[in-house]
């Protein structure tokens, strides 16, 4: 953490050596009028990014070519392709299919959607659903969406262990670390890692519950 702290202070330094020895800061007006440029007229990295909605998915290659060039000259930057549910049922007489969520056809056409946008200078990126596969009691807890849950406890002075916090269904207890501070204002800077734990009990580091008295 001490590492991290000294490259923090250089940056300030990088950016004064950016400024060429003695150059004069632009004028107001020249500053006003490059903003200006910039809003007519944005670099392709700062450029709106579009959902584009993959119905089925049923898409077809020239049809994914010709809505990519559309949207590049109507100036966006770039697209999230969010495949959702069908608008209609297959229909073999007339060759409309609608390919199953990470299937060969359905990879093989981001494939192809990931290139041409890459020949246009378009950014892309996919989302992994539209939300609602993530929730029910028919989403295993393997299948679920996860999520990094933290609790902070507070050590009394004096303790040499404190519990566990309580693991539920599908979780696992990661990392515990003990800093200073009260448990919504703790110094995550200082803190340090507990490796020690025995029958649910997280060993507070330190002899006779000195560590605990300071990092508490």
Do not use: C
């Not at 007519?40 to 990295?45: F, G, I, M």
């Not at 269904?169 to 800093?179: D, M, N, R, T």
């Not at 448990?183 to 009990?201: C, L, M, T, W, Y």
């Amino acid at each position: 953490m001490k590492e991290f702290r000294r490259l923090l202070a250089l940056l300030p330094a990088f950016v004064i050596l950016l400024a060429p020895r003695g150059a004069k800061p632009p004028a107001p007006g020249a500053e006003l009028e490059g903003l200006r440029r910039s809003f007519v007229n944005p670099p392709d990295d700062s450029r709106i990014l579009m959902r584009w909605w993959w119905f089925g998915p049923a898409v077809t290659k020239p049809e994914l070519a010709r809505e990519l060039r559309k949207m590049k000259e109507g100036g966006i930057g770039g697209v999230e392709v969010q495949p959702v549910y069908p608008l209609e049922l297959d229909d073999p007489a007339h060759g409309f299919r609608n390919f199953p969520y990470l299937s060969d056809e359905f990879v093989d056409d981001l494939r192809f959607a990931a290139g041409e946008a890459r020949k246009l200078g378009l950014r892309l990126d996919v989302t992994l659903g539209s939300g609602w596969p993530f929730g029910g009691p028919h989403i295993s807890v393997a299948q679920a969406a996860g999520a990094l849950r933290i609790v902070a406890t507070a050590v009394p002075p004096g303790t040499h262990s404190v519990e566990a916090p309580s693991i539920g269904a599908g979780e696992q207890l990661i990392a515990v670390f003990l800093a200073p501070g009260e448990p919504k204002g703790f110094s995550a800077v200082e803190a340090q890692q507990v490796a020690e734990i025995q029958d649910r009990r997280l060993r507070v580091p330190g002899d006779d519950g000195q560590a605990a008295r300071h990092w508490r």
